[in-house]
């Protein structure tokens, strides 16, 4: 944003203003970027199966034990050992590979 504001003010004020607004715009710019950075850094990434575990969903295939659930609106590929009919609820306790390991 800041870098967007600095190439505004170069062509919006007058001649010798226009630089002092682009460098306060570049000075805005840095920090945004510095900000960001440390904001972001080191953070893991939460993606694919692990983000499910805790999750709740309904079962889409009988579960005795390999199945079908839904969670969060997609079907997954699913193991419960205690055994679950089309339409109990799950939640979901674990994962090997792509298969989650859900209990009732």
Same mark, same amino acid.
């Given at each position: 944003m800041g *870098?967007? !504001? !600095?190439? #505004?003010? #170069?062509? *919006? *004020?007058?001649?010798?203003w226009n630089y002092v607004g682009f460098a306060a715009g570049l000075v805005v710019f840095g920090s945004e970027l510095t900000f960001w950075h440390h904001k972001t850094r080191g953070q893991k990434k939460m993606v694919g199966a692990e983000t499910l575990i805790g999750a709740t969903g309904t079962v889409v295939t009988s579960c005795r034990p390999n199945g079908q659930v839904r969670v969060d609106g997609e079907i997954w590929g699913a193991r419960c050992e205690e055994g679950a009919d089309v339409g109990d609820k799950i939640t979901v306790v674990g994962r090997d590979d792509l298969t989650l390991i859900v209990s009732r």
């Open positions: *870098l967007i !504001a !600095a190439l #505004v003010l #170069v062509f *919006l *004020l007058p001649h010798p």
